[in-house]
């Protein structure tokens, strides 16, 4: 098959990316009216509150998996992380450990689920895709045979008000949401770091002869995904009141198909923070538009499964369109 | 319509025109049967194009092929590998994990019937009888993964041959060979013309063309200059075609104060270096020449901190120094312009200004932020100063040509404010014209105090610029040699011991 | 080519020595009988039930259903592949089955069988449609077919399925003169066609080619599409196969079987010498690991080690896995 080379200048890249928002603005905003007009408790202010919610804790996770991504690897085993910290941090809890400690040992252990990974990846050398399935299973197991199975409920003010505090009528998760998104952002966007990760993706062999310390790049972002993920787990523990070590599961899909959807690609160096707001957006959108219509939870699972494909081959066929 | 004479291939008027830019403009060539035809030309004369046309890749907007005669038309790879063509890259494109008869006969593997079972036996022994009708020992069974560059150039040679390649186009086949490899290529293709293959042989080495082709087709800007007999022509005007001007001596001359010693390596041992000690003065360009195997580039790789040093030292300015990672490097201000720009020296989907400040990232603000008017400024310095074409800052640099990559590079470490630059092949794949100026930089750089080391095998090359040559054989340093006592005899002897 | 390759660089750590031991022969397989040999003596001395003829053969019969499975990942895999839906896809054909042999009045059982296959081999082929056609990553598109599928298995699936088939029951739970498992001979049949086939055809040595090197095997004429659907697709045939073997073990064709067999099946196929780019590869590895996975998991029962922790030890056991792979795969030192 002949081809034509295209003399790619980074601003035809840019126009390329912008169209591809629009879809998935366009996208978003028909869904939106789709379940504004056919469930009546679609736009309550309450179910409103919940989208938001769930979408802050999961939001959380995404951006900072966006920027491990960005660098060229992946984290499968936020799941897992999740429920991991969900049941640590309810088994504390029910020893009557202090909230802030809670809080505070649940970070930690999300900093060490980032070491373990980061160390398999950077240091042994293992494709992330099946170290993080591998220590998914792990983190997921503990979880189990921490609390044997069964729940744990959780009550605490300060893990309370981490998934159900307001301030001034706004969730606190999609404060914290908004935190960890904006510094993501400007991490990505506007900082030295976020650059030498860009660099790590696109080429880390170049990254690495020009003395940025690429190992590092690539630990440091699975320290900050294991932590993300661990708060994210302390605010899901806190929206469901309960430690499960069920919790998290089947996220890995929800999340990875948000970002790919906002046009970060698996290989490294593309992607932008903002296109995973988009991918997350859509993501609970549907989710959350779905299970108003009262949809069970499996067809929600295979509605998720098709949009990711779906989505992520319209980008296929119109980068091959161009050719 | 049909043209019988003697003619195997024939490309008449083809033009091909990219949005932007004419990158063949009514260029016409031929090929006699068994013929070595060398192709000359800068980067961007439109070489790699045309022999994309001819391959297939590219679909051409006007003219004609003529296939020994035929008119032809090859709107895939496929059909023109049909009509006889094979096109050796210098990226050997290899099945690594199979063994060297599977890469010759991947895809169309004799089987006998019924049933269409594999016959390893008569695979294996096929492969063997084609190998040595070209000269070649190798077993059939070695896993293509242990062999050298050289060796697999042979199979992916003797794979062509298999298919019944009648014109063989080879693309800077000796980038990556020893002296003694591309006399065996020689030998190799001398073989080929003798059972009738015809081949075309694309080169910057003006004394490879002089040695192995029997006529030499110019081309320049996307035009051809002309077709002579390379036993009537010479070197100047061959240039003077490629560049279009006079160039009675491509390299510089200088003679600049040197002044006190800047890097001492002291016996350094590491993985390919034996035992290695030489001084480094400040003002002045170091060449180091060597064959492949030399060590040349693991004495680089240990000196930029990618190799641990395992006994020796280093000392930069007086102090010792330890490095062992190439932020360390940098730090001591020792830049890198790495041997394979593409694979370890860019960052292909960044920008041309991202890549000149990826070693000094650092510098591009105050707290953690980028200032992105510092960069675009800084990008815009180095853009002006070493005279980097380019659509812009924001170009994507694989958009970029080679020369002008190579550029880049260099820009980056000057960025970052490297006394000390290690060139590895800095012209490797480079055209005349920007070879020139990257050797004036280089000048302007030590006029201004920093110090080179070249690492080359371009004789000439080093030869002309280098104010020092130190010879590498087998991981150890063979001779000295100052500018004015340095022949090219003595040089190669030196790096064959 | 010695200057690009070098290990020597690599600062030795006392613990890497031993690894290093395993991971530097090109085939794994010595390696892994060692390995296995070792695992067998720690077991029985922890336990005196291990090595007797009841537990082999509870442990080769166990075996089955990821020996199945992993035979048709391995394929996916040496082109380069990956199959993340096989749970789902033999969950779906159990499901189906099931209901298909509780009907009033049920289609006959091979017919059955066969309608099971075919299910498999369709779901396969959509995977490498979506895979070679559209360009999608395989791990994304396997990733989605995976929830997709596992949705429909809900979606299908009744109340109360249960397998009263002696046939089918027979199938999975059967033994030659009480020793010898069905689904051994079954496994064994399988490698051994499946040896011969990428050995001894075209297809399968251009199996090993697309996985080298994808470019060049196009540009030699291999039909690169062609031969990735036909992976998948037979992947997807022994996903039907492995379905029909669950099935028939546990009686029944429950929605939620073969949920999370991926990551077992991983571990087995990249232990045996699989390597996760691809081109690399063989069924006597793959069988010595599975025998090595299986035991593993039958050790931790015998050893009455507790249900969740066994989750971790197969985590684990994957994590060892691919380091090891990563370690013994390591074409160019990894500085970075």
Known sequence: MADNPVPSSLKRERKFYLSNTLILFIVLIVMVLLFSFTSKSFHSVYNLVSMLSNLSFIGIVAAVLTIVMIAGEIDFSIGGNIGLTSCVAAFLLDRGINGWLVILICLIMGLAIGVFNGFLVTNVGVNSIIATIGTMSIWRGLAFTLTDGKSILAINPVIDYLGRGTVFKIPFPVILFAIVFGVCYLVMDHSKWGRKVYATGVNPMAAYLSGINVKKVKFVSFIFCGMAAALGGLILTSLTAVGMPQHGMGLELTIISAIVLGGTALGGGKGKILGTLVGILILSVLYNGLTMLNVYYYYVQIAQGAVLVAVVSTYEIRQKKRY | ?497 | MTSLNSKSAVRKSWWKKPIRIFTQNKTPTPSLIVIYIIMVGIFSIFSRNYLTLTNYKSIFNNLAVFGILSAGVAIVMVAGGFDLSIGSIAGFVGVVSTMLMMQENPLPTPIIIIIALCIGIAFGLINGLIITKIGINPIITTLGTLAVIRGCCYFWALENLRIYNTFWLKIGRNFIGNFLPYTTIYIIVIYIILTLMLKFTRFGRNLYAVGGNEDLARLAGINVDGIKILSYAISGFFCGLGGIVLSSQLGSGRPEYGTGAELEVLTIVVLGGVAVGGGKGNYLGTFIALVIIGSISNGLVLLNVPIFLRMVVKGALLVLAISIDALRNRKRLKLY
């Open chain 2, 1 to 497: 319509m049909a043209k019988n004479d003697g003619l195997i291939l024939k490309m008449e008027n083809i033009t091909k025109t990219f949005p932007g830019v004419v990158a063949l403009d009514n260029v016409s060539i031929d090929l006699r049967k068994g013929e070595v035809l060398g192709i000359l030309g800068e980067n961007g004369a439109g070489k790699s194009t045309l022999i994309k046309i001819l391959a297939g890749n590219y679909i051409k907007d006007s003219g004609s092929t003529y296939i020994d005669g035929v008119k032809k038309e090859f709107k895939s790879p496929a059909e023109a590998m049909a009509s006889g063509i094979r096109v050796i890259y210098q990226e050997l494109n290899t099945l690594d994990n199979l063994t060297v008869a599977e890469n010759i006969f991947v895809g169309e593997q004799i089987t006998t019937t019924p049933f269409k079972i594999i016959n390893w036996k008569e695979i294996n022994s096929k492969a063997k009888e084609l190998l040595q009708h070209l000269g070649a020992n190798l077993d059939p069974n070695i896993i293509m993964e242990d062999l050298t560059i050289s060796d697999k150039q042979v199979v992916e040679i003797t794979k062509a041959i298999s298919k019944k390649a009648t014109i063989l186009v080879m693309d800077e086949p000796t980038a990556a060979l020893s002296e003694g490899e591309t006399q065996s290529l020689f030998k190799l293709i001398r073989r080929l013309k003798e059972s009738g293959v015809s081949v075309i042989y694309i080169s910057h080495r003006l004394k490879e063309i002089f040695e192995i082709t029997d006529r030499v087709t110019v081309l320049r800007d996307g035009k051809k200059i002309a077709t002579v007999d390379t036993l009537r022509t010479d070197n100047d005007e061959l240039i003077t075609m490629m560049v279009g001007r006079n160039i009675k001596d491509m390299y510089p001359k200088r003679e600049l104060p040197i002044g006190e010693v800047i890097m001492e390596v002291n016996n350094l041992v590491a993985e390919g270096v034996k035992d290695v000690s030489f001084n480094l003065k400040k003002g002045e360009i170091l060449g180091i020449f060597g064959l492949l195997g030399s060590g040349r580039t693991h004495l680089v790789r240990t000196l930029f901190g990618v190799n641990s040093v395992k006994k020796g030292e280093i000392k930069v300015n007086g102090k010792k120094i330890t490095i062992r990672h190439p932020k360390q490097a940098k730090d001591n201000n020792i830049g890198l312009v790495p041997l394979d720009r593409k694979a370890d020296g860019l960052a292909l989907f960044l920008g041309v200004k991202e890549n000149i400040t990826l070693a000094n990232i650092e510098d591009l603000g105050n707290g953690f932020l980028i200032k992105k008017q510092v960069e675009r400024e800084k990008a815009r310095n180095w853009i002006s100063n070493l005279n980097i074409k380019t659509p812009g800052i924001d170009t994507v640099v694989s958009s970029v040509s080679g020369g002008n990559q190579q550029k880049v590079v260099l820009a980056r470490w000057l960025e970052s404010g490297s006394k000390i630059i290690i060139l590895n092949e800095p012209t490797r794949g480079i055209d005349v014209g920007t070879k020139i100026e990257i050797y004036r930089i280089m000048r302007d750089l030590c006029e201004d105090g920093s110090s080179i080391i070249m690492v080359s095998s371009e004789l000439p090359e080093v030869l002309s610029i280098a104010d020092r040559i130190l010879v590498m054989s087998k991981g150890r340093i063979t001779s000295e040699f100052s500018r004015k006592e340095a022949n090219e005899e003595e040089l190669l002897q030196s790096a064959c011991i």
